[in-house]
């Protein structure tokens, strides 16, 4: 039932900060504050209160369970449940929430009902990706979690706002209907393998596919998570995307949309299609790798502050594709880990780019520099992200990067290899952000003032929890290990028997039916 | 009567006169032209009907015939009203005049 | 009995001709009601004599008349035949023929290749006629009277002569 | 005693901490305290520690303290935990000691510097992730240290961020490190996968019975550990960085790019040492790389202008000896030049900072002179540091680290002739180069006033390291010198001794050559210097000779090598692509769709004809169909 | 007939009845007003007495009619859009030139057109059927005959109609003269792999009639002329109504002769399906006149729907009741708005007038939202659940290039939605001053309907349980 309050009370939320929005311009923002602080401590309880259950029975995977009828003619049921994974996204969900609320607060004047009405919406859809069990319910929320986005985009973003959001919309909705048809056939071949057609995750799991067909639908799937990571050659929506949107759409965009992807290939693509995603492994670490080399080469060429780390953005989720795909157990917990410490130092670092913006008035790298005399606050801060962010040690992004390409060198030693390039890409752009935002000789600014209570706040968060991270990364771990532990087992114990299916023979059926019944009474 | 005159000769002649009538749709300007071709075409309909019913030896195909009848009568009345408010608004009765909607 | 069906025919499809490359609107409506009449005669050969009768009175007689009555209403002689001598050129038919012709052939190919029959049992009279429209098709003959409804409330909406707002000093007086 | 280890590391990290979180609200004097007094501290802690060690633990022995798991995934399992051996207490000691004499220095050479407590906090950074190096039990805290060190001269050569040049200098150095420590990583990755471990003692336990020596795999896992070892120690060809890198306020200089950070590559392989035994070609590589960056080093030295470029390639070079050391196998000679060369070049790097500071900010030595009596203290300090540096005979600790090395090279079981050839030959090169710093700076006219004199922060750094210049070499002698082995005997306890192929009674003639070499670069210097300085007007009118000095001054002209062949294509490659390369292929997609609208809706055209000619175009398709098919 | 026949054909009588009744009101001069609001209380009890007569389903009516469920269901839909429509016309014509009593009559003949249409399964109910509805389009679309707009569509619908009418005819003539029957299930062929020349013949060129009607390419042309030139009303009627009842009939017929099994019929409108949802999506694109826009994208839906048909299974029945049930509330949703928006002089056609609209009139705006996104087939809406229904069809049969093309195609489509949708939400709250609203009562009953309307498309996109297990139980 918590599962279903968490969605409820976002839900309810952005309801009533669009309805309160009506009457006073500053409401809507308390409003979202307390339903972001109210999701995250509905979660965070229920993480302390797992956390000694998952430690003492690791087997037991799912943690929670919720499960009604929906649209049973189809065998569609409101079906929630959680592990260790989405309960680490989920918490990391209602962080980020608060911290979006929160940078939002000064940014956005207009419509602030609206606003906020579609920010928590966002959070509903991404905490419903998370934790749906029916593949219908799934897509219904991946889809749901998009039209918020587009309008955070598309109203409260930058001059380019509106190409900038069609882009996005298409591009995912475009994948994400080829994932629809794959979820469908998938459907029918459970449905025609066994009589039950039910679109039922667990039962799905079971379903024995032939092996071509599987490597269609599993390409299906595939692309709605490749194009959401995104992966190398469907990443040109993120730089748009990433730029345009307000600071908080940033955020968000970067630290909870792009990990539905990565989520999706780790509770779908890999489950449902073990054979298949085996044979689509070594083209799928190089694509990895393709997107870590190139994300790199592209964020060191961008002036646009924004741009430049969504492209870094492309980089990482590299990593994580290159981990996902290298099925072992340190890869798949590096994953986890780039997951919920990428959202943090690239949020971070956006909502730097976000804070820089409303005082400089640019994203422009170029007509900026010599900013840590002004602000050595944010200059120190924005070190430590652009350092988090080439993956030093000591934080959390450190321990994703280096579990990964530790998993990824099991799999294959020379695309680690190249890969491993990704690390020095990664210092050569990190590097510039310092060098071009706060080194360098300083311009005649006006008067600039450095954080504020409210931004202090935010980055203080966001620095202890990254070095937090990167110094006792375990409770992440442990938290994730049941869930990866039951995705290794599965891999190995991989089955790969080919099915038989035959097509049935429906339309003749329905003729007979009807001449039957009408032919002259 | 007896004829041995075959179906398909008929319904060829049917096939012609209805060719003729498209070739007068899609040829004239005139919208007065352009209805007059239509009636050839509805007319070609009506002879296959009539053709056919006469084949199975059934009264169907002229019921058929009497409806289009009918309608060609619906049809005509209505046409022809709109060519006199075409004619008051244009002074003329040329149809690619009338092409202001497009694209 | 086959000569004379021929020769209607011939007569129906070149006073269909002349129908279409008239130039004056009247000698079309001519044409078109000589050829409503020959293929009258067609439907008469092939038995069907409540047909003919009604394509000659109602077609030939009232559809034709109403041409008529709107062609002399509108005043539509000479210079409209100037007019389309204009409009039809070789140029403007061309395509449109061939295109015409390929659906003709079209046509021709799938009606000849079904097996063809000859007419033994033609005669059918007004009466199985009148019969089986007012049992069979009673429905039919109800839902023509709503068409027709349909048409006449239709045609006296747009047909009714109110003038066009052309400019407000040039507004005509309202006729109906 | 030793669950105090982590107070050492933990002493710096708090004065970090404490700088970081109140510096601007501290007064400089308590900035200062803070700063000098937390490695103190550290260093007492190290003394404590480290005289308890020497005198309780027994030979095989060493300090560890678990603090927590790091991580534990499928097995995974490092930790963070410290361990002491006699390897890194004589590293410890040498960073904390030297380090505190630094941050007093720095305390009165940077006082009227406005980010006074910034740069605290960055040495006092530093201090903690070298210790951390040092001190770690697996490699992966010592990488976590070794980037750390990394990040600190990061931003110490960019301390004076507003030029750029300096930025652009600090980004160098940190790529290229990062270029070592890429390989590193993959080195780490290998021996993970091969031991299961990443604990150094296991490694090291186990090396011998995984491998067979000589197995590729070994070799390649020494060469990726070494080429860590090559971007941090500034060895060819990752030796570019170091020069730039004295674009940071002299003290960085002398402790980072000096004492402590650059040899970490020497403490690495020293530390593997196991593993590079297991593999005689990366150990003739490692010897060969050392061989050559000296003599390369040794020649750009000789040609530079900046008095602390000079130091920084004499630095490379001397990190070159090291390294040759460890080639040959001599892991304890490589050690204590390390320590030797550490008081000896923080000394002249100190001393060149006081110089650099008193002339207002000059760093060019043709710009100086004559400073032999104007600022004694500085000139003896620094005649002591140029004479260790130069391996003066007898009187300097250099000779006695330096004669070691060179024994080795020609003595040890892996030495050759060409290594000492090589060696010798820089040696020559070594004084040669001391001797013209010498003589273009202190001697002569004087071409630069003196602004003001450095203070006494100041100089009672230089004189007590002065003191261990000169002494620190007499605690390790060669056998004919009375054979005092205090040094090796305590790294004995973890380095092997070397094997000799050659007879210990031959070495006084090697050493003979080494005065030889010695004193003919200093002769030669003399002369062209100082005695008949037409000389070198004269060749410098040469212009082969020209071409070739400027070659030298540029370093071999390997920063130009890499930017034709990796820099320039990279950002050529990235600049073109700038606005993304693939995105056009979605353009692509769009404008054939408007194309496709454009030509569509011009089938639009109002015209009721053309619409029914559509019609029969459909009808002739749809029956057209059936007759085909 | 017998007293049952009376009872199973009550919609109709009623309906026709109305009309008769309203021609009354016309003669006794009464207003707009009372005329308006006895047409909507007719359209109601026509409405209901579909339930009355649910319980002697199936029921044929001679050879003519069949009223079963499958058909009810559709007459249902189709009187309600003409409900819908009725509530809607009032504040229309009543600011327009036109006296706009007649449109009423016209209205129910429509409704009585496309009502026969959806129940008969004979030749000659068909064409009746058709030509009800086609004339009463005839004089409805050109109602406001002063506007050379509604004159020109009206030629041109007329034209094109009579056109289509006559292939129609001649094709039912060649398999009237093939099978010897025009009763949809006497005629069904002997042979079960392919058709005789001649009957194929003769549904190639009833396909041309009835792709005319739907509006598929290559007969899409006349569409969105019509729909610019059309008052906004009449073109959301076109939309709704007269494409139901035709896709009902063809339904009827291809079941009833089993024409799923000839590849070749099924791939000429497996190509008409793939043909109409890319030139509709990619004719849409860059229109700036929100009905033409509607226009292209009903070609679309009729590809989409054609998906649905083209497997021919049990299923395909189902998703095209359901899916025609998403598409009537949404259009009409769209129209609505466009008929509220409309002033005196033209139709809000135009994208820029909807510019800002959200934070003029929220209301209008977030129902046409809600029509577009449900069009564009975003969930939570109607659309989706229907386009899943579609693509669940296709995919069970195998379908694949069709799914495939309707998911890619409908990308395209989303471009243009968002546009609208985009458009809306632009500019500033304060940019355009509030119009005082005129006919308080029957705007506030057109925003009820639009209300119920909206609430529709968000029930089918959340729950559509009922529905679904509502046709599965009439659609035999």
Known sequence: MILVWLIGIFMGGGTAALILGQWNKSIPRWVALATALAGFLLVAIFWTNQYQMINTHPSSVWLVDFKRDWISSFGISFHLSIDGLSLLLLVLTCFLGILAVLCSWKEITERTGFYYFNLLWILAGVSGVFMAMDLFLFYFFWEVMLIPMYFLIGIWGSENRVYAAYKFFIFTQASGLLMFLAILGLYFIHGQNTGMYTFNYFELMETVIPSETGLWLMLGFMVAFAVKLPVFPFHTWLPDAHSEAPTAGSLILAGLLLKTGAYGMLRFVIPLFPAAAEQMALPAMILGVAGIVYGAVLAYSQTDLKRLVAFTSVSHMGFVLMGIFSFNELAFQGVVMQLVTHAISTGALFIMAGMIKERLHTRDMNQMGGLWSRMPKMGAVGLLFAMASLGLPGLGNFIAEFLILLGAFKASVWITTVAALGLVFSAAYSLRIVQKIFWGPQDGYGHIRDFSLREILVMTTLTLSIIGLGLYPQPVIDTAAPAINKLVLLLETDKTQVGKVTKPDTQQYLVKKYQESYVRK | MSSSVSTEIVMLLAALLFVLGITGVIIRKNIIFMLLSVEIMLNASGLAFVAAGSRWGQPDGQVMFIFILAMAAAEVSIGLALILQIYHQHKSLDIDKLREMNG | ?176 | MNNLLWLIPALPLAGFLLLVAAGKHLSSKLVALTGVGSISLSALVTIMIGLNFLSSATDKETYHQTLWTWMDVGGFRPEIALSLDALSLVFVFVITFIGSLIHVYSAGFMAADKDYSRFFACMNLFVFSMLILVLADNLLLMYLGWEGVGLCSYLLIGFWYENPANGYAARKAFVITRIGDTAMALGLFTIYYQFGTLVMSEISANAASVWQPNTPIATVTALLLLAGGMGKSAQLPLQTWLPDAMAGPSPVSALIHAATMVTAGVYLIARMHVLFELSALAQMIVAGVGAVTLLVAGFSALTQYDIKRVLAYSTISQIGYMFLALGVGAWTAAIFHFMIHAFFKALLFLAAGAIIEALGHEHNMFKMGGLKDKMPLVFWTFLIGAASLSALPLISAGFYSKDQILWYAWASEKGSPILWFIAIFGAFITAAYTTRMMILTFWGVTRTEIGHHPGKLMTIPLIILAFFSVVAGFIELPHNFGHFTLFSDLLHRVLPSTVLQADESSEWKFQLLAFLATFGGIYLVFIYYYREPYKIERLRENSSFQSLYRFWHNGWGFDRLFDLVFVNPFVFIAQINKRDIVDRFYDGITSVTEHLYRLLSATQTGSLRWYIMGMVIGAIIILGLQIML | ?476
Request: a neutral charge.
């Open chain 5, 1 to 476: 007939m017998s007293e049952n026949d009376f009872f199973a054909l009550a919609p109709l009588l009623l309906l026709s009845g109305s009309a008769v009744l309203i021609m009354l009101l016309i003669v006794a001069k009464l207003s707009h007003r009372i005329i308006q609001i006895s047409s909507l209380f007719l359209f109601f009890i026509s409405f209901l007495s579909l339930f009355y007569i649910q319980k002697i389903l199936p029921y044929n009516v001679g050879t003519l009619l069949v009223v079963d469920g499958f058909g009810v269901f559709i007459v249902g839909l189709v009187i309600f859009s003409g409900l819908v429509v009725n509530i809607l016309s009032y504040i229309y014509f009543e600011e327009k030139e036109e006296g706009p009593r007649e449109y009423y009559v016209l209205l129910f003949l429509c409704t009585l057109g496309a009502s026969v249409l959806a129940l008969s399964q004979h030749f000659v109910s068909l064409f009746l059927g058709l030509e009800i509805l086609t004339v009463g389009l005839y004089a409805l679309i050109a109602y406001l005959r002063g506007r050379n707009h509604s004159i020109e569509a009206g030629i041109k619908y007329l034209v094109l109609a009579a056109f289509s009418s006559a292939f129609l005819l001649f094709g039912m003539a060649l398999i009237y003269l093939e099978t010897g029957t025009m009763v949809f299930l006497q005629m069904i062929p002997e042979s079960t792999k392919s058709l005789s020349p001649l009957f194929y013949a003769g549904l190639g060129m009833m396909l041309v009639g009835v792709g005319f009607k739907l509006a598929v390419v290559p007969f899409h042309m006349w569409t969105a002329d019509v729909y610019q030139g059309a008052p906004a009303p009449v073109t959301a009627f076109i939309a709704t109504a007269s494409k139901g009842g035709v896709l009902a009939v063809l339904f009827r017929f291809f079941i009833a002769i089993d024409g799923f099994k000839f590849s070749s019929v099924m791939f000429v409108l497996a190509c008409i399906a793939a043909a109409s949802m890319i030139f509709g999506n990619l004719l849409a694109l860059r229109q700036r006149n929100l009905k033409r826009i509607l226009a292209y994208s009903s070609v679309a839906h009729m590809g989409y729907l054609l998906v649905a048909f083209v497997p021919g299974s049990l299923m395909s029945l189902q998703a095209v009741c359901f899916y025609l049930f998403a598409y009537f509330a949404t259009t009409l949703a769209a129209f609505g708005v466009v008929i509220l928006m409309s002033g005196k002089n033209d139709d809000a056609e135009d994208i820029d007038e909807y510019r800002a609209l959200f934070w003029r009139h929220p209301g209008q705006a977030c129902m046409l939202s809600f029509a577009m996104l449900s069009l564009a087939g975003i969930p939570l809406t109607a659309g989706f659940t229907g386009k899943f229904y579609i693509l669940a069809t296709a995919v069970q049969s195998g379908y694949w290039p069709l799914a495939v093309i309707l998911a890619l195609s409908s990308v395209i489509g989303l471009f243009y939605y968002l546009r609208v949708i985009t458009a809306m939400f632009a500019g500033n709250s304060n940019s355009v001053p509030e119009v005082k609203e005129k006919h308080v009562f029957f705007f506030r009953a057109g925003m009820l309907a639009l209300s119920v309307l909206a609430a529709m498309i968000i029930w089918l996109g959340i729950y559509p349980e009922d529905v679904i297990s509502f046709i599965r139980l009439i659609a035999f």
């Open chain 3, 1 to 176: 009995m086959d000569i004379a069906f021929y020769i209607t025919a011939a007569v129906t499809l070149i006073s269909t001709v002349m129908v279409i490359t008239r130039h004056n609107p009247v000698h079309a409506l001519l044409y078109l009601v000589i050829s409503l009449l020959s293929l009258a005669m067609i439907f008469f050969l092939l038995g069907a004599a409540f047909a003919a009768l009604l394509e000659i009175i109602i077609y030939a007689g009232a559809i034709m008349v109403l041409f008529i009555f709107v062609i002399m209403l509108l005043n539509l002689g000479e210079e409209t035949a100037a007019q389309e001598k204009k409009w039809l050129k070789a140029s403007v038919w061309t395509g449109p023929a061939i295109m015409a012709g390929i659906l003709l052939f079209e046509f021709y190919y799938l009606i000849s290749s079904s097996d063809a029959v000859l007419y033994n049992e033609p005669n059918i009279g007004p009466r199985p006629v009148a019969l089986s429209l007012f049992r069979e098709y009673l429905i039919g003959v109800e839902l023509a009277a709503m068409l027709l409804m349909a048409a006449v409330v239709g045609a006296a909406h747009i047909g009714r002569h109110k003038k066009v707002v052309l400019h407000r000093f040039l507004k005509e007086k309202e006729m109906s």
